[in-house]
C-alpha cells in the first residue's frame, strides 16, 4: 500500500538552527515528491516539489529537499530557521504522469523558539 | 495569480443534518479533488473528479458523500447526514488536465465543519 512516514512529530528548535525533516515513503511506480507548510490558522501551502531532474530541489523560504531514490527518501532541510518557520510541515507523494490523489504523511510540528 | 477558493470558512451544523461545501476551482483546471483533515491527523484523500464523474474515491466516501460540479464553475461536496466524526477541516484542490505531465495539485483554503 501506498504510504508516507514522516520521521519525528514534534520539532523544538532555537532560531538560527539547522532543520532536516525525514520523510520515507512507499510506492510501487514512479513518482512526484512534495512538501507542504501549514501555518497556524491558515491554509496548505507548496513549499518545495520533486517531479525529476536534480534530485536537489530549492523551494520557498531558503528551505530544500533532496530526492534519494535508493532510500526512498525525501528530506526536507534549512540552514538556520526562523521564528515564522514555525508550522506544520507535511510531506507528500502521488503517482507519476497521472492527476492522481496525493498521499500525505502524518505530518510534522515545527515550533521554533525566539 | 488564480487561487482556488471555498465557502463557507467555518460551517457548525447539528448531527444528521445535510451539509454542502462549495469550492471555485482554478478556471482552466479539469480535475477536481476533496481532501479532509481532522484535527490533529494528517490530510486524507476523499474523492477526485473528472469529465463530470468521480475518478476514484477512497474508502472514507461513503454513500453519506456525493459531489457535483453543477454550474461549470463550482465543484460542491455533500454530506448527506452529519455524523460527529465528520468534523473536520475539507480541502478542495484543482489540477490542470491529462495531458500535462506531473501537474501541481492547488489546495484551498478549507472550510472547517464542525457537527455538534
Known amino acids: 500500500a501506498q504510504s508516507v512516514s514522516q520521521h519525528n512529530h514534534h520539532v523544538i528548535l532555537s532560531e538560527a538552527a539547522s532543520l532536516e525533516l525525514g520523510c520515507n515513503y512507499s510506492?510501487?511506480?514512479?513518482?512526484?515528491l512534495f512538501w507542504y507548510v501549514q501555518y497556524p490558522g491558515q491554509h496548505l501551502q507548496l513549499l518545495l516539489k520533486?517531479?525529476?531532474?536534480?534530485?536537489l530541489v530549492k523551494g520557498i523560504k531558503g528551505f530544500e529537499a533532496e530526492f534519494i531514490k535508493s532510500k526512498f527518501s525525501f528530506n526536507l532541510r534549512k540552514p538556520s530557521v526562523q521564528w515564522s518557520d514555525t508550522a506544520e510541515y507535511f510531506c507528500?507523494?502521488?503517482?507519476?504522469?497521472?492527476?492522481?490523489?496525493?498521499?500525505f504523511g502524518k505530518g510534522t510540528r515545527l515550533h521554533i523558539l525566539p | 495569480e488564480p487561487e482556488v477558493t471555498q465557502t463557507p470558512s467555518h460551517q457548525v451544523t447539528q448531527m444528521g443534518q445535510e451539509v454542502i461545501l462549495r469550492c471555485v476551482p482554478i478556471?482552466?483546471?479539469?480535475?477536481f479533488y476533496w481532501y479532509r483533515q481532522i484535527l490533529g491527523q494528517k490530510v486524507e484523500f476523499l474523492v477526485s473528479?473528472?469529465?463530470?464523474?468521480?475518478?476514484?474515491k477512497s474508502e472514507i466516501f461513503d454513500d453519506q458523500f456525493s459531489v457535483e460540479r453543477p454550474d461549470g464553475s463550482n465543484f460542491t461536496l455533500k454530506i448527506r447526514s452529519t455524523k460527529l466524526e465528520d468534523s473536520a477541516m475539507y480541502f478542495c484542490?484543482?489540477?490542470?488536465?491529462?495531458?500535462?505531465?506531473?501537474?501541481?495539485?492547488?489546495f484551498g483554503p478549507g472550510t472547517r465543519l464542525t457537527v455538534l
Open positions: 478556471s482552466n483546471h479539469l480535475y
Open positions: 507528500a507523494v502521488n503517482e507519476k504522469n497521472r492527476d492522481d490523489k496525493i498521499i
Open positions: 484542490a484543482s489540477s490542470r488536465d491529462l495531458g500535462l505531465a506531473d501537474n501541481e495539485q492547488f
Open positions: 520533486y517531479f525529476s531532474g536534480d534530485p
Open positions: 473528479f473528472y469529465n463530470n464523474e468521480i475518478s476514484e
Open positions: 510506492y510501487g511506480g514512479t513518482v512526484n
